[in-house]
């Protein structure tokens, strides 16, 4: 579907202009523009649909890059949205007025994933502020550059309790949660190519990547039963903050670059576009899988 138009009621009469199918020249129900208008709104160009319309979504880390396209697009879709962010509360205050605008529910909780704790309430929180959580998100992530001779203890706990151990525990929540509910629901990691390609200089976040995979393929034996997939997307280099000082440093950004055979870095709506697939009902059959999305770098070899 183009266009943020809402399905549902209408009133007519119709008229039908060039690539345009106008729906009532009364009533404009749309996600986005801030008023109902007539005859047409003005946000077409954008293709979204409600695919996620009246679900409940939990995302980690939800009010910066990759998770905030996530949120701002399911929200876009339909969904309801409960996310958690680290520390960037005015950030997180926009992201939420932003969402609700759109229409739909949306709040911000602030809790540290690499906590476990924190990531228990936040499950907790959500569930109690929307009734339940359909879907669950585990965003959150980050990498520190060292060597590996110099990688200190610090760095790798950092790394491993939010990218490994706090997705472990939340998503453990989360299926606790869907348990009680006995209506299954999904999951989706977002994990990276580098749970695959190995990352010198990044050994942790390797190592917490791949745990991440194996993670995904077990669960997603342990909770066909329970009705619940598990899935996980892994970027290639997409534009986040993750990405800040590649992003400003000339001679690292034209040495990637040579290694992306579609010549350009992601963006977070990219991988927004993949989620809603796997959070959606068209995903159905797919669970213990990674979908790469990484504009070919993982499997680029050229020699002659
Ligand atoms: C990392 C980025 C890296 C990209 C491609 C991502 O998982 O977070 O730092 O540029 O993979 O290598």
Request: aromatic letters at 10%; hydrophobic letters at 40%.
């Amino acid at each position: 579907m183009i266009c943020h138009e809402r399905a549902g009621f209408r009133v007519g009469p119709f008229f039908f202009l060039p690539n345009v199918t106008v729906t009532s020249a009364l009533f404009h129900f749309c996600n986005v523009c801030p008023t109902p208008r007539a005859p047409y709104c003005e946000c077409k160009e954008k293709p979204v649909g409600n695919r996620l319309l009246g679900k409940i979504v939990a995302i980690t880390g939800g009010s910066q890059g990759i998770g905030l396209a996530i949120a701002q697009r399911f929200a876009e879709e339909g969904a309801d949205i409960s996310f958690c962010y680290r520390s960037n509360k005015a950030g997180a205050d926009e992201v939420a007025a932003g969402i609700q605008k759109l229409g739909r529910k949306c709040v911000g909780f602030q809790y540290d994933v690499g906590i476990v704790s924190d990531g228990q309430k936040f499950i907790a929180d959500s569930v109690a502020q929307f009734g339940r959580i359909d879907i669950l998100v585990n965003n959150a992530g980050l990498e520190r550059n060292a060597d590996f001779w110099n990688v200190t203890e610090a760095d790798y706990d950092a790394v491993l309790n939010v990218n490994l151990k706090g997705l472990f525990f939340i998503t453990q929540a989360f299926v606790k949660h869907r348990m009680d509910a006995k209506t299954g629901g999904k999951i989706i990691n977002i994990s990276s190519v580098h749970e695959e390609l190995p990352f010198p200089h990044f050994a942790s976040y390797c190592a917490s990547k791949g745990g991440v995979k194996m993670l995904t393929r077990n669960l997603s034996i342990e909770l066909a039963p329970l009705g619940i997939t598990i899935n996980s997307i892994a970027p290639g280099a997409i534009e986040t903050p993750i990405n800040t000082k590649l992003l400003n440093d000339p001679v690292k950004l034209a040495a990637l670059l040579a290694n992306i055979p579609l010549k350009r870095l992601g963006k977070p709506e990219d991988v927004a576009s993949m989620a809603v697939f796997l959070a959606s009902d068209e995903s159905n059959y797919a669970t213990g899988t990674t979908f790469f999305l990484d504009g070919g770098l993982t499997w680029n070899y050229q020699e002659q």
